[in-house]
């Protein structure tokens, strides 16, 4: 199992734990020729995931016309980055290594509005 996979599994456990359906898409394109992008509540990305990353991600989903909340995280964090996140509207910017409080705290905050 890559660290790709594994830090995917990790977040759909989490997320499950407090009583969320979650699905894991290891990459972007897997995610994207999903039959369930009508009815996302939130996407979870990486910045730096293989091929298409994060941020390209959102914004082809907003192109779609989906507008779910977006997480996105990342283990590199530079200066430039938040001005482009802030950019595609993601709701939350959080840095590796996650804190599973901070991460939940942000997915509650999406869906309690």
């Known amino acids: 199992m890559t660290i790709i996979s594994q830090l995917c599994s990790a977040l759909v456990d989490l997320t499950r ?7 894991p898409f290891p990459w972007a394109k897997t995610f994207m020729a999903s039959s369930n992008l009508s009815i996302l509540n939130c996407v979870i990305a990486d910045l730096h995931m293989p091929v298409i990353g994060g ?6 989903l907003q192109e779609q016309g989906t507008t779910a909340p977006a997480i996105l995280i990342t283990a590199l964090p530079e200066p430039h980055l938040e001005d482009e996140v ?10 590796k ?17």
């Not at 734990?17 to 699905?23: L, M, Q, V």
């Not at 941020?55 to 082809?60: D, E, S, T, V, Y």
Request: charge should be positive; include cysteine.
């Open 86 to 95: 802030i950019s595609v509207n993601a709701q939350c910017f959080l840095t």
């Open 55 to 60: 941020l390209n991600l959102i914004r082809r």
């Open 17 to 23: 734990s407090i009583g969320y359906h979650a699905e």
């Open 97 to 113: 290594p996650l804190e599973a409080n901070v991460l939940l705290d942000c997915v509650e905050r999406k869906f309690l509005r």
